[in-house]
């Protein structure tokens, strides 16, 4: 039995939450959270989330034993992800990825730390992703794609084999990305058709997708 820490409190904790009972109905690596970490939890401390209590801020990790608990980065929004994934690390926080048992991950694909994967997602041969990355149902990602850390892809998207995506990259809901490469910081929006690559931190979005310049990354 493994005992976690779930990063995070609010929606995206809760599917992670039910990605693990999926796991412990179903297959033989046992996970037990133990509670809640996040900014902001301090007036929140000892609320419960299904039964789960919030323990407070993220400086509470410097009480736990990390020989016998682990984290789960469960953050939906990239920067909020990078930023509390750095400061548990340097309180000592190791990571664990959570993986829903209904994906197809194909054993010559390499996933980094941290990652979280939700139900009936594909990923092919030789696909390689970096660290924190968070994969939404029903997300194919095709053979020898490259994709960097803390990225989130959220539901229904396609990747076609061969694309290169850079860290920080956010891919909205039903997203259609042909072989090409998407820069660091990107954000392809939701239903987009990308046919060319994609600038670091530029906004990409219609069918087929236009560039345009972000005064803030909302995701």
């Known amino acids: 039995m493994q005992k976690v820490i779930l990063l995070g ?3 995206f904790a809760r599917e992670v939450l039910e990605i693990i009972e999926v796991i412990n109905k179903n297959t033989d690596n046992k996970i037990m959270p133990i ?20 323990l407070g801020e993220v400086s509470y990790l410097k009480n736990i034993d990390f020989s016998e608990v ?8 990239s920067v ?4 509390m994934v750095e400061e548990a690390k340097k309180l000592g926080g190791k990571f664990i990825s959570i993986v829903h048992p209904s994906v197809i991950l194909s054993k010559w694909a390499k996933i980094g730390d941290g990652a979280i994967i939700q139900r009936l997602c594909g990923i092919m041969p030789e696909v390689v992703i970096g660290d924190f990355f968070v ?7 095709g053979h020898d794609s490259i994709i960097g850390d803390y990225v989130h892809i959220n539901p ?9 995506i850079g860290n920080d990259v956010f891919i909205g809901v039903r997203a259609t990305v042909l072989t090409c490469k998407i820069g660091d910081g990107a954000v392809i929006g939701a239903c987009a058709l990308i046919t060319k690559d994609v600038p670091a931190n530029m906004l990409a979005k219609g069918i087929p997708a236009k560039f345009y310049k972000m005064d803030e990354k909302k995701y």
């Open 9 to 11: 409190g609010g929606g």
């Open 35 to 54: 509670g809640f970490v996040y900014d902001g939890a301090g007036k929140e401390t000892g609320k419960l989330i299904h039964d789960i209590p919030v």
């Open 70 to 77: 682990r984290l789960i980065a469960a953050v939906g929004r």
């Open 80 to 83: 909020w992800r990078r930023k």
């Open 135 to 141: 994969s939404n149902a029903y997300v194919g990602i």
């Open 156 to 164: 229904h998207v396609s990747i076609a084999g061969g694309t290169v």
